[in-house]
């Protein structure tokens, strides 16, 4: 898939997570720290929990590299990394209670420590605090730019909220006429828009004060995000536990129609396919171990995890083909070499 060494392009991809991750984190704990107590204890210090536990900062040093690409410093991108982060962490609050996930960065999920209406409260206020860094940009680049980023975010987030419609919508109907092109429209929407498209205009838009054509970032960043969220769903099947940080097999035990789940469901026998549907129909707490290990083992006969990998690699080769189009140019940096990797680490990550 391209020229790029995988070690060394896992290496400066690591490399500059930990770097820039660590100055949101700075920034973040500091932000977080900043806002009142009250709420004896429900709202404030709950909304630190999910970003204290860590997390790589993929979309705000994604978000940060591309400023700095495109001529920006770090410092014009650091409000809007930390609000992305924000962001990221509401959407994963939320996203746990409506999955009825159990585990998150290796530990109980919010809403199993603390209730589901706190944890929907907690990710509504952490919704509400993205908004003051955003808010903040017009300090440091002027109230258009800050008007211009907030736009590009409400495109990114409205989005979001449409592709986790879709995907909502496909288990509460029980859906399996599915195809790959259903999928990645609903990961265009539900991923690549805030996890890979909205840093790379947001980076791209602060670097050059808005004279960037954004709409050549589409194409990048949808090969990009959905390479990512297929290689994210293989990992909740085959990844290590303590590594992935959620639990293996989650998304099967959560209904979640994964690439690997349409490809069964168009291969499948008949009764079979009946059977996955009974199975996929069933609230939660049916879905016992033995019926996800059926559906598990039933992939392998298959080959539906293969598939994906196929697919997955074929996505990460377009979006380093488009970034090669469009960047090969600009002269070499740190930055420019980051992002050129990611399309490879994105696969070859635990």
Known sequence: MGSVDEASSARLVRGLLLEYGAIIQTRLRAFLDARPGGSEGYLYDLA???PARGGRCLRATLCMAMARLHGGSLEEAANSAVALEILHNA???HDDVEDESEERRG???????HGVPIAVNVGDALAVLSLRPLMDNRRSLGSRMALR???ETERAARESVEGQAIELKWRWQNSVDLDDTDYLTMILKKTCW???IYPCRIGALIGTRDRAPLDSLLRFGFFLGAAFQIQDDLLNLVGDHQDYGKEIAGDLAEGKRTLMIIRLCQLASGKERARVREI???PRAART???VRWIRELMDEYGCVDYARKVAHGLAGAAQHEFSQMYSELP????KRFVEALPTWVLSRA
């Open 48 to 50: 630190a929990d999910y």
């Open 91 to 93: 959407f994963l609050v």
């Open 107 to 113: 530990r109980p999920t919010m809403h199993l420590l």
């Open 149 to 151: 980023i907030l736009e």
């Open 194 to 196: 805030y996890t890979t």
């Open 280 to 282: 996929l129909g069933l």
């Open 289 to 291: 171990a033995a019926v």
């Open 332 to 335: 070499d940096s740190r930055d």
